[in-house]
């Protein structure tokens, strides 16, 4: 945590900030430790703040043992104000995609003759370099989340409904080796596999069917993020073609990584293969991003996107080809840039596998 | 949903307002229907607008036909400006505490003649109050946790790590009319019971722990929320005193309820009687919140809340003393506050269940 907190103040030093007040979740768990679902805290270049409410009052000291912390009763402002934690900030950062417009009036309100800034992606840009410690526990998610892949695919049957595979995923998860689950894992089949983002229904798996199982382990709070896509029964030549397209264009993604990179680039490469192969529109999100703490984290690799692929960070390649009404195939695998290559860190085959 | 939607726009018109713009999540899905991670929703007097991104291109139409739905490719509000969505709005209102700064800076910047008016709670007030269908579903979710508890209860055993309660728990419920768990399943054991939010770890069951299990089914996105506290072994005389405490504390809320009481006032009622009983202190967090399609909704019941227990809201009353570093005890149960009379939604036993 101490390390982390430094490389933030590095920053507020380069810009001449006095504070930076957090209030991203994801970020808040990442310079303190804390995990609870309300809270806000505050760096200066000597000390470091944590304020959430009652209900964490013994958990906090616990997560968060470097920083100082506060009990609000009600508004988490207000410790602000009473303990004058921002009393010689002249320059106090906040986080302008993060903190809602009334958390912004009530700072203003708490410390009006202070100057506030405006930041995005501050302390983003620095979570997107992974430390040692960081990349072991994604790591073991990875490990964690291929150890259920193995454990559940056998248990695939056509007549399976898609909630009984998600509540396999949690099941097996918590048993190998996650200590939660990195999101609610998307099951998908048949037409609605065309939704990238379906959620799990009753439907069953029925012959024809694309499969999409989209789902990660945690392991600490570090996550994983992988899917494969099954058949249930004999598929078309149609759709072993597009199968093999999105297979073709994940082999490709990897190989084409190189340390330095645009981000946005790497989503050309793999975007114009997939037009090549009669899917451009059908290739209708990006081609990843970073995850860690939270799942979708910086670089985004997309079309607009103008991120680069710098040593350390780690990311998903996620091509999809999503026809309406009929199914869609993503094959989604994460990668280590280490210091000198890509490394993958999921090992799943991605042949198609069908099931009946 | 025309329903929610014309609800909204009375309250409106009684605020003479041209437009609203609806970031929060869960508003976005109880007046479209739309369920994805991504959106921003525009209510005016004569349309409803939904602007997502491109993974949910085929997805957006299926869950919110009643909408005109925008992909934006990047920036959501960059189609308000390109489709002139605001152009007839002289008064518009946003959601104050869930509007970013910087999505308070986009709006404002693509209708710059706009008057930009801050609300707190529009919606929530409007979703506290129940439809009959919406109760439906919240039954249909309280049954289902019913069955869950009922089929993992009997599996507790002494040396069970708590994330195994926790896979049995995700298992169970998706088997048993769950269509999603409602949040994270906490279940936390032994010291770490007197934490309230503890998340599960790899800690197993121990004699002489107290094991609180609070976990909720959800049913086509409405949820449910109940807690049991568990001991292993044989408590101690303090222990089962603590316990009964609770207990006293959960049958008193449940027969203090008075349809369109002060919230905070049967939250005083509570918090009186189990300082009487010794655990003032102890009882470290508010007694109860309204849920539905969020899992904390209007109305709060606490010290400092000023909302009202209405005809026709779903609140919880979820007592709870925690003793550091000894342990923890919430007894949880969902009320239906319908136009008479308070029902309790969940009717799984209160008394000391102990296992070995």
């Known amino acids: 945590m101490h390390d982390r907190i430094e490389r933030v103040r590095a920053k507020m030093r380069e810009l001449n900030l006095d504070a930076l007040v957090v209030s991203s979740r994801t970020?808040?768990?990442?310079?303190?430790?804390?995990?609870?679902?309300n809270g806000l805290a505050v760096v200066t270049h000597d000390n470091a703040y944590l304020i959430t409410d009652n209900r964490?009052?013994?958990?906090?000291?616990?997560?968060?043992p470097n920083a100082e912390i506060f009990i609000a009763v009600e508004n988490l402002y207000r410790p602000l104000k009473g303990q004058k934690l921002l009393q010689n900030c002249k320059r106090t950062a906040f986080e302008a995609n993060h903190l809602s417009f009334r958390g912004f009036s009530h700072l203003r309100d708490i410390a009006p003759n202070n100057h506030f800034i405006a930041t995005e992606n501050l302390i983003e840009k620095i979570v997107a370099i992974k430390s040692r410690v960081e990349i072991d526990k994604i790591q073991a998610a990875c490990l964690a989340t291929e150890k259920t892949w193995a454990a559940v695919l056998p248990m695939l049957r056509?007549?399976?409904a898609e909630v009984e595979i998600v509540s396999e995923l949690y099941y097996q998860g918590l048993r190998n080796g996650a200590t939660a689950m990195a999101f609610e894992p998307i099951v998908a089949s048949g037409k609605r596999s065309a939704l990238p983002h379906g959620t799990a229904t009753s439907k069953s798996l029925q012959p024809g069917d694309f499969v999409v199982i989209d789902f990660g382990c945690e392991v600490d709070g570090l996550k994983s993020d992988m899917t494969r896509t099954v058949f249930v029964g004999e598929p078309t030549a149609d759709q072993r073609q597009m199968y093999e397209a999105v297979k073709t264009a994940n082999a490709l993604a990897f190989s084409s990584i190189r340390i330095n990179m645009k981000a946005a680039e790497l989503d050309k490469i793999v975007r114009d293969r997939l037009t090549e192969l009669g899917f451009e529109k059908e290739f209708s999100h990006s081609l990843g991003h970073g995850f860690g703490l939270g799942i979708h984290e910086i670089p985004r690799i997309g079309q607009k996107s103008k991120d680069w692929l710098l040593?350390?960070?780690v990311f998903t390649i996620e091509p999809g080809v999503y026809v309406p009404d009929m199914g869609g195939v993503r094959i989604e695998d994460d990668v280590l840039l280490a210091e000198d290559t890509p490394q993958l860190l999921t090992h799943i085959g991605r042949e198609l596998v069908t099931i009946d």
Chains 1, 2 share one sequence.
């Not at 970020?27 to 679902?37: C, D, E, K, Q």
């Not at 964490?56 to 968060?64: F, K, N, S, T, V």
């Open 27 to 37: 970020n808040i768990r990442y310079l303190t430790g804390f995990s609870g679902s």
């Open 56 to 64: 964490y009052r013994d958990q906090a000291p616990l997560e968060a």
């Open 158 to 160: 056509p007549g399976m």
């Open 311 to 313: 040593p350390n960070s």
